[in-house]
């Protein structure tokens, strides 16, 4: 570094008083400082709570509803008795919504999981060989990558026959070429810099030096990429559901589904459309949030 | 009336949470037109941010700036906004340290300059070209039409510092302010820079405010040097007494830490203790205090004043400065190097502007 | 016999072109023939501006590059015919100190665990001895022993250059290649580390490889410095020697140029400045190669005949045509490149 960059960042560091501890202990902290990062999680944590005590906090069945109130020009609204009102089929709005968590969580986690797994799998392989490895993994994940995402998800969906598990293959196969280069792009980068020059001056194998210090150093961006990844998940998931590719079981609360089944009363009934899309804005923008607050505590430049 | 005086500025940033940081704590110094002035300092020691206050380039928001910075009389930290744009690039330039990131990495080189002849000189189409050609040429970069039609990559370190310059000499700017111009270059490339600015101020009689930590560079060029530590001014004078008698055990320190080119092998280096961060804040004392040889009990009680020394006429800052010429600063004479050009045979040669 | 021997050293960087068919369209070459000896015990300083090569040569001697031609032999072993395995061994006894402290450490890594890591990977020492060489090795280059624990962000760039000198002392090394030691450290730092390296060489009968564009700072360590330009060796001479009588003009212009902090002798002296930019190394002028920017440059031989690296005085060898003609003063630079 030069002198007089050098002397903003010290600046810099008095300013922030640079506490001890490593590098993710620091980044936590500073998570903890940002609001930003805050929301997100409280967003985030309240989705995930809402999903695993739903038979808790729901009212009633989200699966079986009484008729009798509906017709097709009226769907009763919010009351005090059902707070977001009743559905198409009767049921309870609110109950369906707080299940639907369930099933976006599920997907989300899975299909993440899953993506993201084989991605860094395939990833590390070819940022940690290169030569002939890195370039045959790298083509695959370029082919995969030139079929838009969606619709690559939809031909999987489609090829396996709605059902969860079919979804959540397809989300997982988009994320595959998005975490492997991702994660090979890292790897490259951190091979190059003078810590791997030193550990290679010291004799250190070159194994352990891919396992031992390029892989951990290069994580940062994938962690960010995991968060932000969850987010699409959600959508990718509503959106296949919402074109008839989700669960099989048309009475699984979906919050996709719950958006397909009310457009064609939209003019009667605009709060079922409403409801569903807000859980889904929420639950995005809660992993959207920490994601980018995640991407500035874990890069030192951002670093503010 | 100089050109430009600083009268006690203060820089501070705070943000929410922290304790507020005074980079700039009361620094006051003048340039009279035609003058080279030399801030120098290491790392944290504010010379940068001084600058920056100046150019009125601080963010607006976090950085607090206190005290005056009167250019031709009028006080720059109550301009407004616009005003301060127009002023800055037509009256005052400032070359930074990066000539890789200070150039627009899209635009060619001749566009970057031309711009600045439009919006200030008000020149267009065939005339700003040929201006800009010409500030190329006087910035001595060869070819300098073909030149022009370069993209910033397309050019070495030393030839876009040099077309940094000419930008920055664009609107005949009577204060430049150099930040750390050589640092980043190569020294026989540094040797051409250092040259050309000295060239400048002879020449058109620009005032130079130099910001370097390289007292080397100070010693050829400046006229006034005033050496900064922790946001203040510890010591200045002229560049020939500063040198020879130097006070401050900082300024001290700092000679005696750089191997010379010129001096005997062998001798080992006097470094300062500790580094620039060990600091004391300056309401406890002097900062300097922790590193220092020669610190007395009252040092870490009160902060020294900036005061005229009755020995050398510098302002000093310092209860117990080194005796003028005191063991600090005895370097062993210099071994003398066999002369290898003919000393009057050569003038100076000049390239007219 | 001397500690280091490299000889007719060349690294040549293929200039690839094409994604599926690569094929070789030129090469850069960043050390194109060099000789060097350094003495056990001794400090051999190597300087030259950026693009010269120096930083690639002091790679290749630690084969962290691979030599296109030519050989290195370290105590009598020809280090550029080992396998890989035989050269990871050979490692402990060359170790390097890089010039970014900060990105030469691994973030994640805490202090402790950065200098047991090189006694583990030899099989020196595990454990607490492991943990223990690590304490005495904080003492040495004067950490406090409670600095272990902490990570890289947390010190000061002098401190950390401290921590990536202990990491290559921990195996004992012989050589130690030095890439810019000091020069991203403060002004009042440098001298520190500086010093630390002299005092570890009394101690350690350290031999260094110190490469440098600081001239001043080269000369203040070194007994013996080589210049390079291009890839190429232009001199080489006892530090002493170099200094009070320079003989390749481009060593002649690099001191010149270098500022001294005393008003009196910058007022005195005379610049000789070169013009123009370093030429590309993937293609070197021809003849030779500074004569596109020598202020000393003659009609005849220089741009047509490369001239070789030849003893002018005992020790001091220089590549130049006309060093005699222009130490004694027969051949001028051009006027225009002094300035006073």
Redesign the interface.
Known sequence: ????????V??LA?????E?????K?AFRQLR?NPVAVIGAALILLFVAVAILAPLLAPYSPTHGDLSNITVSHVPGPSSKHWLGLDLQGRDELSRIIYGARASLLIGVVSLTLGATLGMLLGALAGGFGGWVDSIIMRLMDIMLAVPGLLFAIAVAALLGPSLRSVMTAIAVVNVPVFARLLRASMLGQRE???V?????????RR?IIIG?VL??SLAPVIVQGTLALATAIIDAAGLAFLGLGSADPSVPEWGRMLTDTQQYLRTAPQLALFPGAAILLSVLGFNLLGDALREALDPKLRR | MALLSVEDLTVT?S?R???P?H?VDGVTFSVEAGATVGLVG????G???TSLAIMGLLPRRGADVGGAVRFDGDDLLQLSPNAMRELRGREIAMVF??PQTSLNPVLTVGRQITEVLERHRDMRGRDADREAASLLDRVGIPDPNRRLKDYPHQMSGGMRQRALIAMALACKPRLLIA??PT??LDVTIQAQILELLKELVVDSGTALVMIT?DLGVVAGLCDTVHVMYSGRIVESSDRRSLFAEPRHPYTTGLLASVPRLDSPRGVPLRPIPGS??DLLPWAQGCAFAPRCTRRVDQCTAVAPDLLPDPVTGHALRCYNPWPPGGEAVAVPAPIVAEPIVAKPAVRRARKKP | MSLLEVRGLKVHFPIRRGIILERQVGAVRAVDGVDLDVERGTTFGLVGESGCGKTTLG?AV?R?VEPTAGSITFDGVDVSSLSAEEM?????R???V???P???????Q?VESILV??LR??GVATGAAARKRARELLDVVGLPASSGG??P??FS?GQRQRI?IA?AL??NPDLIVADEPVS?L?VSIQAQVVNLLEELQKEFGLTYLVIAHDLAVVRHISETIGVMYLGRMVEQAPSDDLYAKPRHPYTIALMSAVPIPDPEVEDRRERILLTGDLPSPANPPSGCRFHTRCPFRQPTRCHDEEPVLRVIEPAHTVACHWAEQIAAGEIKPASSAVVS
């Not at chain 1, 008095?14 to 640079?18: A, F, L, P, Q, R």
């Not at chain 1, 001890?20 to 993710?24: E, Q, V």
């Open positions: 570094m030069s002198v007089a960059e050098s002397e903003s010290l600046l008095e300013h922030t008083g640079e001890g501890g490593s590098r993710l620091l400082r810099s003078d810590y020059l030193a550990a290679r001056s010291l004799g250190v194998k352990k210090h951990p150093n | 940033f943000r949470g922290r304790r940081v980079a290491e790392s944290g020691c010379k940068s941010v340290q990066d930040d750390e640092t980043a930590h620039p961060r | 790679r630690l962290l990871r061994k050979l490692r402990r060359m170790q390097m890089f010039q970014d900060l990105s030469s450490l691994d973030p994640r805490d890591e090189p990977t030899h902490r990570y962000h947390e760039g990536g990491r921990t195996l991203a403060d």
